[in-house]
T-cell receptor
Framework: GAVVSQHPSWVICKSGTSVKIECRSLDFQATTMFWYRQFPKQSLMLMATSNEGSKATYEQGVEKDKFLINHASLTLSTLTVTSAHPEDSSFYIC????????????FGPGTRLTVL | KQEVTQIPAALSVPEGENLVLNCSFTDSAIYNLQWFRQDPGKGLTSLLLIQSSQREQTSGRLNASLDKSSGRSTLYIAASQPGDSATYLCAVPPATDSWGKLQFGAGTQVVVTP
């Protein structure tokens, strides 16, 4: 079956540094990918839609200058958390629809970010 | 604005019992509803997807029903096993023009004891 990978699976960084998280579709092309954030004991919240070849679209309340998204190719989207602070510590998960005309989505395994 | 609620928040049952998980949503104009499973510290595994034209979907021991008019979906897991222990999430598109986007409920944490 289709697989979506994320790298790294976990990262610890100092406050003020930037962290890049990769999301890859391994055996299919994804022109659209989605980034979610999950705080402990809470559900997933959609952050943004990553579009190959165009700018990402952000959900209300998500700072686009803080969470930079680049859809570099048909199989890779990156999320960069810039000038990270402890409140950015969270579990970040990406998803990718199997195809444009399907509702089936595959989720990555997630990236645990801890900002000290 | 669409809101998704899952009840109960947590559930503990002995092995062999049937599980009933509830999901409700405020805007009935959805075109599908999905159920996912999440293991601790892991990503999501899709369990069932119900299109708006369907009333239920089945996969093995899992059965999900959908009643759009009342804004409810129920996930039934028959003859539970310890391996069913996980958090179960339901999700719907947040709006009619939001293909691919999902709005999740807070989940039901299930523990099946041997």
């Amino acid at each position: 079956g289709a697989v979506v990978s994320q790298h790294p699976s976990w990262v610890i960084c100092k406050s003020g540094t930037s962290v890049k998280i990769e999301c890859r579709s391994l055996d299919f092309q994804a022109t659209t990918m989605f980034w979610y954030r999950q705080f402990p004991k809470q559900s997933l919240m959609l952050m943004a839609t990553s579009n190959e070849g165009s700018k990402a679209t952000y959900e209300q309340g998500v700072e686009k200058d803080k969470f930079l998204i680049n859809h570099a190719s048909l199989t890779l989207s990156t999320l960069t958390v810039t000038s990270a602070h402890p409140e950015d510590s969270s579990f970040y998960i990406c998803s990718a629809p199997r195809a444009q005309n399907t509702d089936t989505q595959y989720f990555g395994p997630g990236t645990r970010l801890t900002v000290l | 604005k669409q809101e998704v609620t899952q009840i109960p928040a947590a559930l503990s049952v002995p092995e062999g019992e049937n599980l009933v998980l509830n999901c409700s949503f405020t805007d009935s104009a959805i075109y599908n509803l999905q159920w996912f499973r999440q293991d601790p510290g892991k990503g999501l595994t899709s369990l069932l997807l119900i299109q708006s034209s369907q009333r239920e979907q089945t996969s093995g021991r899992l059965n999900a029903s959908l009643d759009k008019s009342s804004g409810r979906s129920t996930l039934y897991i028959a003859a539970s096993q310890p391996g069913d222990s996980a958090t179960y999430l339901c999700a719907v598109p947040p709006a009619t023009d939001s293909w691919g986007k999902l709005q999740f409920g807070a989940g039901t944490q299930v523990v099946v004891t041997p």
